[in-house]
């Protein structure tokens, strides 16, 4: 979604479909590679979602979005959008071999550094310290 929504999906070149907000579930099936612009970030969810589906990611690093998203490694994180963060996504779109790698390595460092089980033993862990205190 987002202000400039209309005129993005106006200039979007014919080989790619901009739709704006979708829902997670449906979306990350059929994506090639997911984009994150956004200027404030808290935890992007959306981009582990991404990942969890096997999905690179390219970003701005805003947030806690280069705790998410290991840049050459899982996809790539830019100081701001701009020229270099466009040369990227055309490059990614253009080599299929490096995005299906990005790809995989996104999914197994997601799954082992946002599990379900790792998020309840850091908290665990957490809990112990502060209560030996």
């Known amino acids: 979604g987002g202000d400039l929504l209309a005129e993005v999906k106006r200039d979007a070149p014919k080989n790619l479909t901009v739709l704006g907000w979708q829902e997670a579930s449906k979306i990350w099936a059929v994506a090639d590679l997911a984009l994150s612009t956004s200027e404030n970030e808290g935890m992007p969810v959306a981009l582990i979602e991404a990942q969890l589906a096997g999905i690179p990611?390219?970003?701005?690093?805003?947030?806690?979005?280069?705790?998410?998203?290991?840049?050459?490694?899982?996809?790539?994180v830019f100081d701001r959008f701009g020229a270099a963060y466009i040369q990227k996504v055309r490059e990614l779109t253009l080599e299929n071999i490096e995005l299906k790698a990005l790809g995989q390595r996104a999914k197994m460092r997601v799954k082992a550094e946002f599990s379900p089980e790792k998020l309840i033993n850091s908290h665990l862990s957490l809990f112990d310290e502060i209560l030996s205190r």
């Open 57 to 76: 990611v390219v970003a701005v690093d805003v947030g806690s979005v280069a705790e998410v998203v290991a840049d050459g490694q899982s996809g790539y």
